[in-house]
C-alpha cells in the first residue's frame, strides 16, 4: 500500500519522476501488488493510478483502518502480508499500525508550505523515539 501525495508525487506536480517510474515497474516485475490508498478527495491520484494500472482508494480516512481494510480485503490479503509506505506519521504510519500491517515512513518530497513544515516539525520527536528505540533505522 502506498500513500500518494508526498510519497509518490508532490502536491505541487502531477509529473511523476523517472525514478518513480522505474521503482512502480520493479515492484510490478517483482511481483509486488500495490494499491495507493490516499485520504485525497482529488482526482490527482485516481487518474495517476488509472494511467499508471495502480489499483487505488481514495477518501481513505487514514489514521482508519476503513480504506486500508478495504484494500487488503481487494487483494484477499491479510494484515500482515502487506506494509504500508507514506509520508505522514498521524495518517499513514498509525493507520498502518491499527490496522496490524507493517509501516515504512518515507521522507516527504517537497514541505512546499507552512503546515507541512510544522505537521513535519511535530512528528520529529516520534520519530527521534523510534530511532531510539531502534524501530527503524537511521
Ligand atoms: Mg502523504
Known amino acids: 500500500m502506498l500513500d500518494f501525495d508526498n ?4 502536491y505541487t506536480s502531477k509529473i511523476p519522476t523517472r525514478e518513480l517510474l522505474t521503482w512502480l515497474d520493479g515492484m510490478k516485475r517483482g511481483g509486488i501488488e500495490l494499491c495507493v490508498v490516499s485520504n485525497s ?3 490527482k491520484a485516481a487518474g ?3 494511467a499508471h494500472n495502480i489499483a487505488c482508494i ?3 480516512k487514514k489514521p482508519g483502518r476503513r480504506g486500508i481494510r478495504r484494500c487488503l480485503a481487494r487483494f484477499g490479503a491479510e494484515p500482515q502480508e502487506a506494509a504500508l ?3 505522514q506519521i498521524f495518517t499513514d504510519v498509525l493507520g498502518a499500525n491499527r490496522a496490524g500491517s507493517l509501516s515504512i515512513l518515507v521522507k516527504p518530497i517537497h514541505l512546499h508550505n507552512i503546515w507541512l513544515k510544522l505537521r513535519h516539525a511535530a512528528e520529529q520527536p516520534f520519530i527521534f523515539l523510534a530511532r531510539k528505540r531502534r524501530i ?3
Open 7 to 10: 510519497t509518490m508525487l508532490p
Open 41 to 43: 478527495k482529488k482526482a
Open 48 to 50: 495517476f493510478c488509472k
Open 58 to 60: 481514495t477518501h481513505s
Open 85 to 87: 509506505a507514506g509520508d
Open 136 to 138: 527503524t533505522k537511521p
